[in-house]
């Protein structure tokens, strides 16, 4: 896999950062496999400059041979620069091997103020591209983490997946799973076989590296949960 982080693209009246992972990430799948665009939670906190929620993306690729990650990391800083708007402070970090340092400092950024400073220390000690964009280049702090949320395996909610965002209204767990969804299930982790699900709000869970459908029931069929 290669892990792909981007944050702080945007500012209050443009399109946000998860918009231009898809758009980076429908250029990249003519040439890679696109496992799907992921959204985190970071720490949500006044003392943290942000534009809404405080959120990162990571765009996952399968890869056949060999892939630079610093060649990648600017390849893609230039598509962002492309996209610039005053006010934001973008960055973007591209790693293939993702030590579990770097996972745990994305948990830490889900719960402590972080400083550039560290994340690219970090980043540099284990030779992992971290390119600060434009701005004051904060995004770098966002960037490093959804590496290491996305590298874990259990973190954010898919953005794009399979056929995800062409799903509307109610279908049966059949036509989720068809669209390239791996299951539904609920908070619990029971599997769902059978009903209805209303699809228009579905966003998967990155759980077990896989995109999950966590549901509840509601009414007369399965509701869709919006999980971090």
């Not at 040439?31 to 942000?50: A, I, K, M, N, T």
């Not at 889900?110 to 992992?128: N, P, V, Y």
């Amino acid at each position: 896999m290669i892990y792909i982080g981007m944050d702080d693209t945007d500012n209050a009246d443009s399109r946000g950062t998860g918009h231009l992972a898809r758009a980076i990430a429908q250029i990249l799948q003519v040439e890679f496999s696109l496992v799907g665009v992921v959204r985190h939670q970071l720490l949500f906190d006044p003392r943290v400059r942000y534009t809404a929620h405080n959120s990162s993306k990571s765009v996952i690729l399968g890869v056949d041979g060999d892939v630079e990650p610093i060649e990648l990391a600017k390849r893609i800083g230039r598509l962002m620069m492309d996209d610039f708007v005053p006010g934001s402070d973008p960055g973007v970090c591209v790693a293939h091997d993702v030590p579990d340092e770097i996972v745990q400092y994305g948990r830490r950024a889900q719960s402590e103020l972080i400083t550039q400073e560290e994340a690219r220390a970090l980043a540099a000690a284990h030779g992992i591209p971290l390119l600060g964009l434009g701005g004051d280049e904060g995004g770098v702090i966002g960037a490093l983490a959804a590496v290491g949320l996305a590298a874990s395996g259990e973190d954010g909610r898919y953005m794009m997946v399979g056929r995800l965002r062409a799903l509307k209204g109610m279908l049966p767990v059949s036509g989720v799973l068809e669209a390239g969804i791996a299951a539904v299930e609920t908070r619990d982790g029971a599997e769902v076989t059978d009903g209805l699900v209303a699809t228009d709000k579905l966003r998967p869970a990155r759980r077990r590296g896989l995109p999950i459908a966590v549901v509840e029931w509601q009414d007369d069929h399965w509701q869709p949960l919006k999980l971090n």
